[in-house]
């Protein structure tokens, strides 16, 4: 059965960090380009960051360059995207997807950036 299990989500104030996970099982995660993606009310999923099957290459919105980090763990099969500077606008449910044409989806994690 395949899982993609999000956590780190949670109400943090402008300026401040976080740290999401995104813990995969049945599926062969070292084989998968992995990705963020994100969702806030009213508007449509946009990606966040993409991270290919070793690592080597990453990819980010405009919005989040240089503020947020995609690295991952094959011998976790755990992607994770660090979260710096966070802002109002960055308050979204965020979602982990597995394959450079997103094959699975794990159920989200809310980011609240808010004073």
């Known amino acids: 059965q395949v899982q993609l299990v999000e956590s780190g989500g949670g109400l943090v104030q402008p300026g401040g960090s976080l740290r999401l996970s995104c813990a995969a099982s049945?599926?062969?995660?070292?084989?998968?380009?992995m990705s963020w993606y994100r969702q806030a009310p009213g508007k449509e999923r946009e990606l966040v960051a993409r991270i290919t099957i070793y690592g080597i290459g990453t990819n980010y919105a405009d919005s989040v360059k240089a503020r947020f980090t995609i690295s991952r763990d094959n011998a976790k099969n755990t992607v994770y995207l660090q979260m710096n500077n966070l802002k109002t606008e960055d308050t979204a449910m965020y979602y982990c997807?597995?394959?450079?044409?997103?094959?699975?989806w794990g159920q989200g994690t809310q980011v609240t950036v808010s004073s």
């Open positions: 049945g599926f062969a995660f070292s084989s998968y380009a």
């Open positions: 997807s597995a394959g450079a044409t997103p094959r699975y």
